[in-house]
């Protein structure tokens, strides 16, 4: 069964409660995207994702593109990827690998080669009811990509294009970072019925289990950093819009604060970090900018 329109917005969602905790200095915002849900930032390239003219996250209309920004926050090109022959319906999360920009587009994942801007991969997800692709993460050799729909969090390997299960029983699989010194993936979740989620921890071999102090609610991003800290945003809500936040974690999970980005955020989705500048890249989603601000400490 199709999901409800309602249902699949909240699957989207990303940010807890905003209370102050460092005020902020005038965050910079671009706008001009459609209904933005990732940022990728490499070296200094940034992408975003784009979902398209309508907030259909499953919807197989072509409409859906990649940008790129310069690390000013200048966007480069609004529609950069995919180029004529190639198509994209409801691009989200993405990851590099290998020189090539992967993307989770709904039921399957899509590869790009930057040099050409050719498609050069596609690996469909396997039979077995509604699914929702929605982050991706890079290993050394291989991609993490959480099915929203499923519970699932995936392997891909990019060689065959092979799905494997990682593991499941993560209700509303969303972020997903793959954590290379603790050996272990990180993954949030948005409840079964998008009625609010959870963080998990998932170690090498070993089933996924919640984590006791993390925080509960309808969790998107996730970004790992690198004093074993984390940072997590929460929609709050989605019918009506509510402004969002992103939620300071300690390295246990337990919550520390709230960033202040000195802006309401509608949707902030599948953010991103850029750790020589400092600065935090939001994608929201329902105002259709990407907000770049300092991530303070």
Do not use: C
């Not at 990649?66 to 609004?78: K, P, Q, Y």
């Amino acid at each position: 069964m199709r999901p409800t329109t309602s249902a699949v917005l909240l699957a989207l969602a990303v940010t807890l409660a905003r209370p102050a905790a460092h005020a902020a200095s005038e965050p910079r915002v671009v706008t001009g995207f459609a209904h933005p849900e990732s940022v990728l930032i490499d070296g200094d390239r940034r992408f975003v994702s784009n979902i398209g003219e309508k907030l259909d996250p499953l919807g197989h209309d072509g409409d859906g593109f990649l940008s790129e920004l310069a690390a000013d926050g200048r966007i480069v090109a609004l529609h950069a990827l995919p180029i004529d022959g190639d198509r994209l319906d409801a691009p989200k999360g993405m990851a590099m690998l290998a020189g090539k920009l992967y993307v989770a587009d709904i039921d399957r994942v899509v590869g790009f080669d930057l040099s050409t801007r050719r498609q050069v991969f596609e690996a469909n997800v396997p039979a077995g009811g509604p699914t929702l692709l929605n982050d991706v993460d890079a290993t050394a050799d291989a991609l993490v990509v959480t099915d929203t729909l499923r519970g699932v969090v995936w392997r891909v390997d990019p060689s065959t294009g092979a799905f494997t299960t990682i593991a499941d029983g993560v209700p509303g699989a969303n972020g997903v970072v793959w954590d290379g010194p603790g050996k272990q993936i990180i993954v949030v979740g948005l409840g079964a019925k998008f009625e609010g989620g959870d963080l998990f921890e998932i170690p090498a071999g070993g089933p996924a289990h919640k984590v006791e102090k993390g925080p509960h609610g309808i969790l998107d991003g996730l970004a790992l950093l690198p004093d074993g800290s984390m940072v997590v945003s929460d929609w709050r809500t989605i019918d009506p819009p509510t402004a969002g936040a992103l939620l300071r974690l300690a390295p246990d999970g337990s919550a520390v604060g709230t960033l202040d980005v000195g802006r309401a955020i509608h949707g902030p989705a599948d953010f991103s970090i850029d750790t020589s500048k400092n600065e935090i890249w939001i994608p929201a989603t329902l105002d259709g900018a990407v907000v770049i601000a300092p991530l303070g400490r």
